[in-house]
């Protein structure tokens, strides 16, 4: 691996990790290919009906996600780290070209920064994200508002559709 490895803060960050059976490479395929993220993202019976990535440092991560309402939900982030196959991080704190954002996405309540790590594994591949916060409440809200479930849920969303690549 070429990068560090961050140690969560159990007051400000969600975890998430588990081995999961497909490469990690069509997991990063998954994650970085609009047409493909559109496809498992978000947890059923929410869509995402629209995504962009410019997967670069200072790149845009924007994604619509649709309630079953039909009410519709924007989100927009910066990447701040990209290394291929390993690891993305990006911040909804931020727009694209690391201008600052003046509101958090309505799905969480408070701005977090997301770590996607991607490690080898003999079973397929090590997935751990890492959700961090600015203070407690924040983490909790997110944590409250279904982090484990739905982010669980769009994990084997996302393995089921690798599978069929």
């Not at 990790?17 to 069509?26: A, G, H, K, N």
């Not at 694209?96 to 309540?109: A, E, F, M, W």
């Not at 996607?116 to 809200?141: F, N, Q, S």
Request: charged share 30%; proline share 7%.
């Amino acid at each position: 691996m070429t990068h560090a490895k961050y140690k969560p803060d159990p007051r400000l960050d969600l975890v998430l990790e588990r081995i999961v059976d497909v490469p990690r490479e069509l997991v990063w395929k998954a994650w970085t290919t609009p047409e493909y993220l559109k496809k498992w993202f978000t947890p059923v019976p929410w869509t995402t009906i629209d995504c962009e990535i410019d997967l670069r440092p200072g790149g845009i991560f924007r994604t619509v996600m649709r309630s079953p309402d039909g009410e519709d939900h924007p989100n927009t982030g910066c990447y701040l780290e990209v290394v291929e196959n390993e690891k993305l991080v990006w911040t909804d704190a931020l727009e694209q070209g690391y201008r600052p954002s003046n509101q958090p996405n309505d799905c969480v309540d408070s701005f977090f920064t997301a770590i996607i790590m991607l490690e080898p594994h003999e079973g397929g591949t090590k997935y751990t994200v890492i959700a961090l916060h600015g203070d407690e409440e924040g983490r909790k809200k997110h944590e409250d508002r279904g982090f484990h479930k739905g982010w669980g849920s769009a994990l084997d969303q996302l393995v089921a559709f690798v599978k069929t690549l």
